[in-house]
């Protein structure tokens, strides 16, 4: 087994909001306690896969890219989410890889071409303090994260001390869907679907929304066609909400709760999207497209399970597949090539890019 | 007293799943999805003690039952919302399971059952209660008026939420109730003791808020550094105690 003691990693840049995110606070809503937790746990659940974290790990969830660390000690990290521009010192890094870094290192993600929340996953986890239970970062209330804030330049943020076992290698997710301007979003309707009218319900499944520029953690405020409620009331004495409630205000247009809601709510649900969808809507952006359809309460638990098999089934290790390559009259054995235009191999655990000289083909 | 089942629902048993054309009054309690992980069940739609008291004993039947394996239970002024794992049990089996939680509570439930009473020691008007005088103002009585009263009525807990342990009061005196500011604070000290409308309640942290401020209490409400962080909790009264000067 090998072991890192107290490693650490630094924060050199953050253009817009990075934050410390696991699974989630449970357990104290009732005492008022937003849950939070990453906006797309898929890719939070895959970040920990890939470097050998158990599932109640902490990441860096990025919005936005334009953010970059230092290594303190060496460790695995892998990226997920949000398919942004990355690089560790000048070599580019996939999304959905395990890789080693160096001590001195340094990870930078630029752009974001698609999605929202890029993750940052270190081997061991973020180890910030542990505030009821999770080190989820819930921004309006201060609770949790680093300092119970957003991360800025300078911040050291200390890394578990996991261990990982002498088999392990480098591992890649083929999983991954690439996030889109227009999503369906597959929900269950209720639970209180029956205080709407029909047409309302007919508005609600028939129409285009559009996330407005007014949507965070908190949630999605969308635009479009307004919704019918049965008795032109939409405000109710206050009830439990959880994550994807689709809430509908006097305007009728829904707001879908996400990550950082506030435990209860005083508007009328007209439905609750599927856990399955969830993680997508951690990746919408202003502008995005939305349309709903109706699932039973039945076929979105199928759903569920099902994607949770898919999620570490589709985990590989990066030791199969193996291809040569001459250096210098010497054939290298390598793991496989990363992405479908072999720019980068992964040798050890750590990643090289490819300058092909010259291809010579096996003999 | 009679059991508040045949005061609030005449035809209890069988639990039904909702039936949309049931006249109002007879359509709880129902049980319901929220979601694929979640289950609600609907005590009804009004701020009443008798619902609380429902609410509370079904909160308590359920967690003593470990019907969701340990995951949280969620009591409102209305509902209870159940969290399970659907990787671990079905809508059906949950649902079958809460159902026979909400047929255990057969017994009538004490409405006045008595309540954990917390006392909250507050200084009333001044720099800590800047609004006390509108609320005089409002209410066409003197201020030490308005601080009899406030603090003459044990206020029913009926849940936490806003943010970390706020509580939503229910009793206030409705001749001392007062409309909320136009435009919030930005800023509320932690501990301010507000009104709006016929609610009353006490900010646990410092943050912007859009109540008239009376008082403010000295005691530390919440401490995310404790395994009991709210002082105030669900199910439980609240007394507020005039007090000169702070501790």
Redesign the interface.
């Known amino acids: 087994m090998t072991k890192t003691s107290d490693p650490s990693i630094q924060v050199v840049r953050c253009g817009f909001m990075a934050l410390v995110q696991d699974q989630g606070r449970f357990g104290f809503q009732e005492l008022g306690v937003s849950v939070s937790g990453a906006a797309d746990k898929e890719a939070l659940d895959v970040g920990n896969i890939l470097v050998g974290n158990s599932p109640e790990s902490a990441a860096i969830e990025v919005m936005l890219g334009d953010f970059e660390i230092e290594f303190m000690e060496s460790m695995m990290f892998a990226l997920t989410g949000a398919e942004t521009e990355a690089s560790l010192d000048d070599v580019p890094v996939g999304r959905n890889l395990s890789y080693k870094a160096h001590a001195g290192s340094r990870l930078s993600l630029s752009n974001v071409r698609q999605g929202l929340r890029a993750y940052i996953s270190v081997q061991g986890g973020i180890d910030t303090p542990i505030i009821l239970g999770s080190r989820s970062t819930h921004i309006t209330s201060g609770i949790g994260g680093f300092e119970g804030r957003a991360l800025q330049p300078g911040d050291v943020l200390k890394v578990g001390g996991s261990e990982l076992g002498d088999e392990y290698s480098s591992r890649c997710w083929d999983g991954y869907e690439s996030p889109t301007d227009e999503l369906s979003i597959r929900v269950v309707l209720g639970p209180q679907d029956d205080e709407f009218s029909e047409s309302g319900i007919e508005t609600f499944l028939s129409s285009t929304y559009v996330v407005s520029d007014q949507s965070n953690r908190q949630g999605l405020r969308l635009e479009g066609s307004a919704i019918e409620s049965r008795n032109g009331r939409f405000d109710i004495v206050s009830d439990a909400v959880v994550n994807g409630s689709i809430q509908v205000p006097g305007d009728g247009k829904p707001i879908i709760l996400l990550s950082d809601r506030q435990t209860t709510g005083g508007y009328l649900k007209i439905a609750t999207v599927a856990s399955v969808d969830i993680p997508r809507l951690g990746q919408v952006s202003p502008g995005n497209r939305i349309t709903f359809s109706v699932v039973s309460v039945e076929e979105s638990q199928q759903l569920f399970i099902e994607s949770q098999d898919r999620l570490s089934s589709s985990i590989n290790d990066l030791v199969g597949d193996q291809f040569f390559l001459r250096v210098s009259d010497t054939d290298i054995s390598v793991g496989t090539a990363v992405s479908g235009s072999a720019e980068i191999v992964i040798l050890d655990g750590i990643a090289y890019p490819i300058i092909v000289d010259e291809f010579i083909p096996d003999e | 007293m009679r059991g508040l089942k045949s005061l609030l629902w005449p035809s209890w048993f069988p639990v039904s799943r909702?039936l949309?054309s049931e006249p109002e009054g007879q359509r709880f309690p129902r049980v319901?999805?929220?979601?694929?992980?979640?289950i609600?069940i609907?005590l009804g739609?009004?701020?009443a003690p008798e619902i609380s008291s429902m609410v509370f004993a079904l909160t308590d039947l359920i967690k003593d039952a470990g019907l969701n394996s340990g995951?949280?239970?969620?009591?409102?002024?209305?509902?209870v919302?159940v969290?399970y794992d659907?990787?671990v049990c079905?809508?059906?089996e949950m649902f079958d399971a809460v159902n026979g939680a909400v047929e255990r509570l057969v017994e009538p439930v004490n409405v006045n059952s008595s309540l954990k009473i917390i006392e909250i020691p507050v200084v009333y008007g001044g720099d800590d209660g800047p609004d006390l005088d509108f609320v005089a103002d409002h209410a066409e009585i003197t201020e030490d008026a308005v601080i009899e009263l406030h603090s003459g009525t044990d206020y029913r807990v009926y849940?936490?939420?806003?943010?970390?342990?706020?509580p939503?009061l229910g009793g206030l005196d409705e001749r001392i109730a007062a409309p909320r500011l136009k435009t919030p604070r930005v800023l509320v000290p932690a501990g301010s003791v507000g009104i709006a409308e016929s609610q009353t309640g006490v900010y646990p942290?410092a943050g912007p808020g859009g109540w008239r401020i009376i008082g403010r209490t000295s005691v530390p409400l919440?401490d995310?550094?404790s395994s009991t962080?709210?002082l105030i909790?669900?199910a439980t009264k609240v007394r507020f105690i005039p007090v000169d000067q702070h501790d």
């Open positions: 909702k949309k319901v999805p929220a979601g694929d992980s979640a609600l609907e739609s009004e701020i995951l949280e239970v969620l009591p409102t002024y209305r509902s919302l969290y659907p990787l079905s809508y059906s849940m936490l939420g806003f943010s970390p342990g706020f939503y942290n919440f995310v550094n962080p709210s909790t669900p």
